[in-house]
């Protein structure tokens, strides 16, 4: 994008601020061909800057996913392993529950679930699994557990409580249900 002229660059941008709300409001399948009526661009203006639903979703996902993953590299030097884990597990469960449409793209196989090209879940699989690797040294979670366990743990809770009238409380309470069974305090 660096290399792009200006008006290109505003397009990209006016295009991923449409995107962002076409997707909160009808999320993973939003409509390419709605964005583009929406940002009054056409259907190849925007893919040429998103070539297709993934890259779309990507752009779309990118900054909160580089943040979650910044926080379980901070999150690596806590005294604690199993709090450190577990509160990075809350963070993205917070996110991904208000974040429509990321569940769906986060499913094994899923849009944004591809190990080759450093899409969103292998991305946080890779930031999150010193997090487990730490907790399981400590005892605090099963030491075969890994980072893309728990990721699929948390989209299966957001995918069940995302027609709840209330569902980020219902996806944390959910979680905390599950790290009793996968973690209890000693």
Same mark, same amino acid.
């Given at each position: ?64 996913? /580089? @943040? !979650? ?7 690596? $030097?806590? +005294?604690?392993?199993? =709090?450190?884990? %577990? ?16 569940? /769906? @793209? !986060? ?7 591809? $190990?080759? +090209?450093?899409?969103? =879940?292998?991305? %946080? ?62």
């Amino acid at each position: 994008m660096a290399g792009q002229r200006a008006d290109a660059r505003r397009n990209y941008a006016h295009i991923l601020a449409v995107a962002e709300k076409e997707v909160a409001a009808h999320g993973a399948d939003a409509s390419l061909e709605q964005i583009a009526r929406v940002a009054g661009v056409g259907s190849a203006t925007v893919r040429r800057h998103f070539p297709g639903r993934r890259a779309l979703l990507e752009a779309v996902f990118s900054d909160q996913t /580089t @943040a !979650l993953c910044v926080r379980a590299g901070e999150l690596v $030097e806590h +005294d604690d392993p199993r =709090a450190a884990l %577990l509160e990075w597990l809350d963070a993205f469960a917070a996110y991904v529950a208000t974040s429509r449409g990321l569940a /769906t @793209a !986060l499913l094994p196989g899923g849009i944004a679930d591809h $190990e080759d +090209d450093g899409t969103c =879940a292998p991305r %946080l699989s890779a930031a999150a699994q010193p997090l487990v690797r730490r907790a399981a040294r400590a005892g605090a979670v099963a030491p075969d557990t890994t980072a893309a366990d728990l990721i699929t743990l948390i989209v299966g809770i957001v995918l069940a409580t995302e027609q709840h009238p209330a569902p980020e409380p219902e996806t944390a309470r959910l979680l905390a249900l599950v790290v009793q069974g996968i973690s209890p305090r000693r």
